[in-house]
């Protein structure tokens, strides 16, 4: 294979290295063999740097995770001040730590939830994938165990696992893996651009969408429908803010059937789309909460899944039932983690990050709306400081282009090799999403998107060369 041969190029290099021995996800298997990662090795607030030294704008926060930007010293300080405390210890049984209460009680207070329980985990996957056991311990537990469908939407993403992997909606992540499991289906997914009918205004798609679920649910039959999960505002899937009143109608949907809405705050949670929760952006009273990527702004892996009085009780009931609640993790609370995030939410309060993401987004949105005028943007969409952008081969009729992703792609790189921009392709059309560290500055704003505009008229200037577009 001649793909295994050495690299001409330093062979010992952290790049070269890296290919021969790590095993990337989201990558295409044997290109990945050809292409050296970029290894990153420094941050410093809305800046990371390479191997070499050079300085990209992180507008992605990494996984739309490190909110609070890189190089944050009184996280630091706080992860290495509860090391030197107890660097560990668990909440398995009758045990508990700390960190794992304070934390437990600030997040209660803080949701839109009565009377909240928490449970930890470290990942928003597991956080999810641990949510799908507990509802169907609590619906076996108040003696309804046919009711265990999930239902969730088209392009939604919720996670890595065998089981947060069938809530996900995006078919790549379900094919080749035999998913998604029995009892996980999806329904359409908000996006008015690629799924209203012509001449549909948005509040009758909004309405359209809530009766398709109706309609599903009534198909599968209410008694065997346990929950319904999304994102408030769809991360991953493409950024994709549903119209007025598609959650009013919804949740109207779910009350009739008796059904739960789950909450998806992975990415929304914590002041990303302009307010505390996306549930408050959207107007969602939802049962649960699953939290993690900007609860530590990334320092350390840790989420959160709130539950509502009324599922724990019935769990608690089940546990009488059963005798035991068997389910456990060795980290679940961990002291570090637990710190960091105690210490991220008292920075947010201090120095009033809710109030900044309120003063810059408005640059956000119109650096994102002048980008709208550009002749191969078809779609903006943004709340916050959580934004995409959609390439179009047609601006007038909104013509997508075929195959979908290859444009936005290119536009990616692009930006990232010749203008050090990083950003994040996201699988709705050709969309790039944008949700930079919450700290960024107005400058830095303008600063991403001048870097963002000469790289879309850079692949414009070679798509109308080849042909591919009208010059
Ligand atoms: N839920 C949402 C909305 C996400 O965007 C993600 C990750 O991107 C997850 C869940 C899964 O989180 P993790 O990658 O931490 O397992």
Redesign the pocket.
């Known amino acids: 294979d001649p793909l295994d041969k050495e690299r001409p190029l330093n062979a010992n290099s952290p790049a070269a290295r890296d290919v021969r021995h790590v095993l990337h996800g989201y990558v295409e298997l044997k290109a990945q063999r050809e292409s050296l990662p970029t290894v990153i090795t420094a941050g410093e607030g809305i800046y990371v740097k390479d191997e070499n030294g050079t300085p990209y704008i992180e507008a992605a926060s990494g996984?739309?995770c490190t909110s609070l930007g890189f190089g944050e010293e009184e996280l630091v300080e706080a992860a290495a001040e509860q090391m030197r405390k107890l660097p560990y210890y668990h909440t398995v049984g009758y045990k508990s730590v700390n960190p794992a209460i304070d934390l437990a009680e600030k997040l209660a207070e803080m949701a839109p939830i009565k009377d909240a329980r928490v449970y930890f985990a470290l990942?928003?996957?597991?956080a999810?994938d641990a949510l799908v056991k507990f509802i169907r311990y609590y619906n076996n537990a108040v003696g309804r165990p046919q009711k265990k469908k999930f239902i969730a939407r088209h392009n939604?993403?919720?996670?890595?696992t065998v089981a947060?992997t069938s809530l996900t909606g995006i078919p790549i992540n379900h094919v080749a893996f035999d998913l998604p499991l029995p009892g996980f289906l999806h329904t359409t997914d908000p996006h008015y651009l690629h799924h209203a009918h012509a001449g549909e205004t948005r509040e009758a798609f909004a309405e359209r969408l809530a009766r398709e679920l109706d309609e599903m649910i009534e198909k599968e039959g209410p008694d065997t429908v346990a929950a319904f999960m999304a994102?408030p505002i769809t991360?991953?899937g493409g950024v994709i803010i549903p119209p007025e009143p598609y959650y009013e109608k919804v949740q109207e949907v779910l009350k009739k059937h008796d059904v739960l809405f789950l909450d998806?705050e992975?990415?929304?949670g914590i002041w990303r789309t302009g307010k505390l929760w996306g549930a408050e952006t959207m107007g969602i009273a939802p049962d649960t909460m699953?939290v993690?990527?900007g609860l530590t702004s990334a320092y350390q892996?840790l989420?959160a899944l709130i539950l509502s009085d009324e599922i724990y009780r019935g769990m608690e009931k089940g546990s009488l039932g059963v005798g035991f609640f068997a389910h456990g993790q060795t980290y679940s609370g961990h002291p570090v983690s637990c710190a960091v995030a105690l210490k991220v939410l008292e920075i947010i309060e201090t120095r009033d990050i809710g109030g900044h993401v309120g003063r810059v987004s408005p640059t956000f949105a119109r650096r994102l709306q002048k980008l709208g005028e550009h002749p191969l943007v078809g779609d903006v969409r943004c709340k916050g400081l959580i934004g995409a952008v959609e390439f179009v081969a047609d601006k007038k009729t909104g013509r997508l282009f075929d195959p979908s992703g290859v444009v936005a792609r290119r536009i990616k790189e692009r930006a990232e090799s010749a203008y050090k921009l990083i950003t994040r392709n996201v699988p709705s059309g050709d969309s790039i999403a944008f949700s930079p560290p919450l700290i960024i500055t107005e400058s830095e704003i303008d600063e991403v998107f001048d870097r963002f505009e000469k790289a879309v008229n850079d692949v414009m200037g070679e798509l109308a060369r080849e042909g591919a577009i009208a010059a």
Not at 156 to 160: D, I, L, Q, V
């Open positions: 996984m739309w990942s928003g996957s597991e999810n939604g993403y919720h996670g890595a947060t994102e991360g991953a998806d992975v990415v929304n699953t993690a990527k892996p989420s």
